[in-house]
């Protein structure tokens, strides 16, 4: 059975930094796409970023050059560096695996001061 | 950056048929854009329904269906059930970058 366990998230002043992770289990996150997906308070569903088996990696225009999106095979966890924080980074983070068969119950940035 | 246009709310009788529509304003989505679609219900994470224009998953009902329609992105239900009520999005991804349409609202009522 697959898990995904995001953690990581808080409350962080604009202009800061957090880590978020998500520790996989019963998959291997090198051998598929994992994607990082938010949905701010009461909104819809934003795709951030991924990394596919080969290492390439993808964002959207909104966080490009702000994040981050790695992977610790040793570990079999995905992270997500984000940098320069504003307000309308504030939601619930998931990390998605594969065809997005997989999701992790999500974790919430809050970036206020 | 692509703009996906999905109708903000719609509403189905129990054992009625819906589509739901997922449209760009880049031009026609293809069967290149490898649509998926979501469910997504109060307090929980998405749910991936359809992947790739058209595949179910092995947990989608049968009554969901995913096409083309008329140079857009389609999600049919067939024979609604309380249980379909929810948020339906749609993803599209152009040249590795994903898009989220804005979400529709479905009632059945």
């Known amino acids: 059975e697959v898990h995904l366990v995001e953690s990581g998230g808080g409350l962080v002043q604009p202009g800061g930094s957090l880590r978020l992770s998500c520790v996989a289990s019963g998959i291997t996150v090198s051998s598929v796409y994992m994607n990082w997906v938010r949905q701010a308070p009461g909104k819809g569903l934003e795709w951030v970023s991924n990394?596919?088996?080969?290492?390439?990696?993808f964002y959207a225009d909104s966080v490009k050059g702000r994040f981050t999106i790695s992977r610790d095979n040793s570990k079999n966890t995905l992270y997500l560096e984000m940098n320069i924080l504003r307000g309308d980074d504030t939601a619930v983070y998931y990390c998605?695996?594969?065809?997005?068969?997989?999701w992790g119950q999500g974790t919430l940035v809050t970036v206020s001061s | 950056q692509a703009v996906l246009t999905q109708e903000p709310s719609l509403t189905v009788s129990p054992g009625g048929t819906v589509t739901l529509t997922c449209g760009s304003n880049s031009g026609t989505v293809t069967s290149g854009h490898h649509t998926y679609w979501f469910q997504q219900k109060p307090g929980q994470a998405p749910r991936a329904l359809i992947y790739s224009t058209n595949n179910r998953h092995s947990w989608t009902p049968a009554r969901f269906s995913g096409s083309l329609l008329g140079g857009k992105a389609a999600l049919t239900l067939w024979g609604a059930q309380p249980e379909d009520e929810a948020d339906y999005y749609c993803?599209?991804?152009?040249?590795?970058?994903?898009?989220f349409g804005g979400g529709t609202k479905l009632t059945v009522l």
């Open positions: 993803l599209v991804w152009y040249s590795g970058l994903g898009v």
């Open positions: 990394v596919n088996s080969g290492g390439s990696t």
């Open positions: 998605a695996a594969g065809q997005f068969e997989y």
